[in-house]
DNA sequence: TATTTGAATTATGAATTCATAATTCGGTCA
DNA sequence: TGACCGAATTATGAATTCATAATTCAAATA
């Protein structure tokens, strides 16, 4: 049994930040939206005060705003402030392909070896969501491999804002071909170590993404 | 007078997260020092309750730790976190300044013409806090002209980490006489509006600042 | 009928209270 | 004398209370 570690619980506005942030993301809760404290605490059988405790961090964070005497909102997703997300969060992509070529492992560079060849299979039998859950653990996978904490957590928290843009899941074909192609320029850099080359990549990599993101936008409120 | 603005009051936490911000970057309140919060309370005259909230804030920034049942702590500043951070404000410093030749008005560029002009008569006189504001004016200058919200703010919650680092102000001569020539050579690439140029010595000046940094902690915990 | 007014209700911002974990300090025993 | 134990004190985590701002809604007015 381990008795090294001295048991610590969370406090509950660290797990209610947790919480409510996997709720902001994955859009249970909506933007936009109000945040009710009462009812809000109610179901999750806490008191206002950590509630407004872990709201007032995910302000900070961007992903909630405060409207004085007027409560909490979940954020909106403009187009505005992911034009000015996305070159960010490929600036901090680049980095972590210029550190992860430094010192990745061979372990961590075999995993993103297979993840891809798994992406690549996915792409094949059009699963989109197999694909994107593939994706997504390449970079974390990268992130990690790069093994820088400040990196890292920047990236989550910019990531965690960009990934509220659910309409990302319609592409068009033609870039979904472009980014497995992408990918596998990835894989190579990154296995020869060639951070400059990686990290260069990258940034068009989440470019790329970011533009056809906008040219989707574009499509869908012209049909609507 | 003004009537177009509803007029709305700070809420006292965010207050309180500047205020505190300010003094935990400035050195007012130590690294590794506990924040006592009752008697932080009645010297700022407000309630536990938004003073706790702000010191959540001020966690999830990094610039406090939070120990569970034993308050909260001033973080320390080590070398680690340091290492882990510079490069990514060098990375973040790099977009700015690709992102500011693309951007930023001639109105602009010539106010960082006209400071990095001070920088180097404070530099000649070696005013070294003259010379400092300066610095920090100049990259301020440049994260506005990059216009993006998103990129500014980041900026501004890793910097804030590390100018705590106070030891900084040791840096050698030499470094200093480099860095000065560095900045002239920022100056002529934003002129030209050459932002790779830019880009790629604003990140090569932040890691030389980290490495002349390291030398003079190295030095100095040779001397203690 | 549409608009406005204002009392009643509700929600928020902040202070206070309460339960519990940590620390302090005085006494005991080796 | 010095290490150890335990009661008293203090500080923290969280719930509750309180004052005030915002919202709702019915009645009054045009």
Redesign the interface.
């Known amino acids: 049994m381990n008795i090294s570690t001295p048991l ?2 969370p ?1 509950l ?1 660290e797990e209610l ?1 947790d919480r409510l942030r996997e709720a902001i993301v994955d859009g249970t809760m909506e933007p936009g939206s109000k945040v009710p404290e009462k009812s809000l605490c109610e179901t999750l059988g806490v008191s206002r ?1 950590p509630l ?3 709201l ?2 995910l302000a ?3 992903l909630v705003v ?1 409207e ?1 005497n007027r409560g909490a909102r979940v954020a909106t997703v403009t187009m505005e ?1 992911l034009e ?2 996305f ?2 969060i490929a ?2 992509e ?2 972590a392909g210029e ?1 992860a070529c430094d010192k990745a492992t061979d372990a961590q560079i075999a995993h993103i070896r297979v993840r891809t060849e798994a992406m690549v299979r996915h792409h094949a039998d059009a699963d989109r969501s197999a694909y994107f859950k593939a994706n997504q653990d390449i970079h974390d996978a990268l992130m990690e491999a790069a093994d ?4 890292s ?2 990236y989550r928290v ?1 990531s965690s804002r960009a990934k509220r843009a659910r309409f990302l899941a319609n592409i068009s074909q033609d870039r979904w071909d472009q980014a497995v192609r992408e990918h596998q320029e990835l894989l190579a850099a990154l296995e020869a170590r060639d951070g400059v080359r990686l990290g260069g990549l990258l940034q068009t990599h989440i470019l790329n993404k970011f533009a056809a993101l906008q040219a989707s936008a574009e499509g869908s409120s012209h049909e609507a």
Chains 1, 2 share one sequence.
Not at 148 to 151: E, F
């Open positions: 610590t619980r406090s506005h930040v005060t407004r405790e872990a007032k961090v900070n964070e961007g405060l004085p402030e000015a997300t070159p960010v600036a901090l680049r980095l550190l820088n904490p400040v990196l957590q920047n910019l």
